[in-house]
């Protein structure tokens, strides 16, 4: 059982699920165990600190890249690498990685692996709460405060699994050991599961204490990730036909407003913080950040996302010009809409939403596979050492710059979109320029940093109600008030690890085909005849002999020019990685849902034979 179905979390589960050992005949004095673990706050507080690491991952530690920015989050259509595109999952797999208790994440989900180890431990405390409280160990307060924490996280647990597999297995308490029957049952229909997160989701947000201290879980910080399990939800019964009911998707969506209300009218935050430095600080830069990972060379507490920014350490897969174009320019206008298409880097960087600055290179760079450098997740000191020497904290596994893992932007954005959605599909109230003003334009009216001021970047204009940009590229099945909603959101989030939860939601799948998206394919527009200040030509290596008939660029016209020695002065467009190919079938339903692993399903079976009231488990659709 705890090997296949309920994977225990921790060894710290491990101790305080088991009873005393045979060999004692009274509790210990000196050692924790089940019989004397749960007399105190404390100890609650730091069974659930235990958890923080999977839930509030940031940066992630040493080098690893599950659930970070960018190198975890590269699976979408923000980014292209060489030869051909990273396939959808094409087969079973043998296992979902449900055995691992580290953090881990379906790379073509984002979200969570067939893993119940952290829903038998929010179980495990829930029961544990109640047993506390009627031994008088909790008073009303505490014991509600820690219910509330104890049910989001089983809440929250049970959205990342809903989010990639669909229907799952509903646990509401610990399965004993011996009730084969109880592991091994059927998996519930995402709507029943979703309903019972609603109402864990309710009782957090009643009931979560508003302070518990620094970095501890407030109800905030639940707040912000309850209205992104809810969006999440509400809008894929909105788009994909034939899941949930409406009456549903409505009741999520509606708490995901009221979740991010919640936090958007405590006051406590505001965007007070230039963009590039909520990633790059060393300590919390306040202002819209909820929660914040704090990383400590002294305490060996590092990561190694920073030295992937730092203009020298390959970048591939990296931005496409599917992503460039995206971006809104300084006037609120799309790029087609305004007269001057100027796609060169000096230009983008100035002309383009604060956002674009902040997140990329201002010049073509080698390193990337598209030209186009990310440097988001580093500060502005640590470009400066290229081409290095670096530091340790912007080289190696050893960077300290912490994350903003949960910030008012998330919050306001799935607040506008939750609301929009609802007024479209839903019966709920139009949106207003009030509404754009505390979400979209509120993001837009953050300050700017002294490097973007200096190079002439612009706040972008504010996003009007009775004039919304007219976007030719909009989808005919999208307002134009969603598809700007859903800009924002594209720049916002770039490379946090939303976008393909965001594809997925929206059903938007195509997006990553490249023949429905041929900007898929290109890289940042650079001049290959580029010369530097003594005259040399610097053509960041590429207008070489060796590369004669490999090296290519397209114009706006959709024109190709392949080098072939001769035309250095040609070779101006957008850059074509080497030997760039579409990905295979992108689109296929099934590719909505992950599948469930062979070992899972045939432990069903085995378990079946043995005990006939145990279904077998189905497959996803598709697989």
């Not at 709460?129 to 647990?157: I, P, Q, S, T």
């Not at 994909?240 to 998707?249: D, P, R």
């Not at 073509?364 to 990310?374: I, V």
């Not at 070489?544 to 024109?559: F, H, P, R, W, Y």
């Amino acid at each position: 059982m705890k090997k296949y179905i309920l994977t225990i979390a921790s060894l710290a589960v491990l101790m305080l699920a088991g009873s005393c050992s045979d060999f004692l005949d009274r509790p210990q004095k000196s050692a924790m165990d089940n019989s004397n673990y749960w007399t105190n706050e404390s100890n609650v507080r730091l069974f659930v600190n235990g958890a923080y690491p999977t839930y509030f991952v940031g940066y992630n530690t040493s080098w690893g890249t599950a659930y970070t920015p960018y190198r975890g989050a590269n699976f979408n259509d923000d980014m292209t690498s060489t030869n051909k595109q990273t396939n959808f999952q094409s087969t079973v797999p043998a296992d979902n990685w449900y055995r691992t208790e580290s953090v881990y994440w379906l790379t073509q989900t984002a979200a969570a692996p067939w893993n119940f180890g952290l829903i038998r431990k929010w179980n495990l405390l829930i029961e544990r709460l109640d047993e506390m409280k009627a031994n008088g160990y909790l008073a009303e307060e505490a014991y509600n405060h820690w219910m509330g924490v104890a049910r989001f996280f089983r809440g929250y647990e049970y959205s990342l699994l809903v989010e990639s597999f669909g229907d799952v297995p509903y646990y509401d308490k610990v399965v004993s050991d011996v009730d084969i029957e109880g592991q091994y049952k059927p998996r519930d229909p995402r709507t029943l599961v979703m309903d019972k997160v609603y109402d864990d989701f309710d009782f957090a947000l009643n009931n979560i204490r508003l302070d518990d201290g620094s970095s501890y879980v407030n109800r905030y910080m639940a707040a912000t990730m309850i209205s992104r399990a809810m969006l999440f939800e509400g809008s894929w019964y909105t788009y994909h036909e034939g899941v949930g009911t409406q009456e549903l998707a409505a009741k999520f969506l509606n708490q995901a407003v009221a979740a991010a209300d919640l936090v958007m009218q405590s006051g406590k935050y505001s965007f007070t913080v230039d963009f590039r430095s909520l990633f790059g600080s060393f300590s919390n830069p306040g202002g819209e950040v909820i929660m914040y990972r704090q990383y400590d060379d002294a305490l060996a507490v590092r990561h190694c996302i920073a030295s992937y920014s730092n203009l020298n350490e390959s970048q591939g897969p990296a931005a496409n010009a599917a992503l460039i174009k995206s971006f809104i320019s300084n006037n609120g206008k799309t790029y087609s809409e305004n007269a001057d298409e100027n796609f060169d880097l000096s230009h983008l960087v100035v002309d383009r939403d604060p956002r674009f600055e902040a997140s990329f290179w201002h010049e073509p760079n080698a390193s990337s596979a598209t030209l186009l450098y990310t440097c988001k997740f580093i500060d502005r000191v640590g470009v400066n050492y290229y081409p290095g020497p670096y530091p340790s904290q912007y080289a190696s596994n050893t960077n300290t710059n912490g994350y903003p893992v949960l910030r008012l932007a998330e919050v306001v954005l799935n607040w506008i979109e939750a609301k929009a959605i609802l007024a479209e599909n839903y019966s709920g109230a139009a949106i207003t320029q009030e509404d754009l003003n505390a979400s979209i334009n509120a993001i837009r009216n953050r300050p700017l940093d002294e490097v973007a001021i200096a190079k002439g970047v612009q706040q972008t204009s504010p996003l009007q109600l009775n004039a919304l940009p007219n976007d030719p590229n909009r989808d005919s099945d999208v307002s134009a008030l969603m598809w700007e909603i859903r800009r924002e959101r594209r720049m916002e989030f770039v490379f946090e690890n939303y976008r393909l939860l965001d594809l997925r939601r929206w059903h938007k799948l195509d997006y990553m085909d490249a023949e429905e998206n041929p900007d898929l394919l290109l890289g940042t527009w650079v001049d290959l005849n580029t010369t530097n200040a003594e005259g040399v030509k610097t053509a960041f290596n590429k207008l070489t002999e060796a590369n004669i008939g490999s090296v290519q660029v397209m114009k706006l016209d959709g024109t190709i020019v392949t080098w072939d020695g001769t035309n250095a002065a040609d070779m101006v467009g957008f850059y074509l990685p080497a030997n760039v190919q579409n990905r295979d079938i992108v689109a296929a339903e099934r590719n909505y849902l992950a599948p469930i692993c062979n070992d899972v399903i045939n432990t069903y079976i085995d378990k079946s034979k043995t005990y006939p009231n145990i279904a077998v488990i189905q497959q996803n659709p598709g697989w």
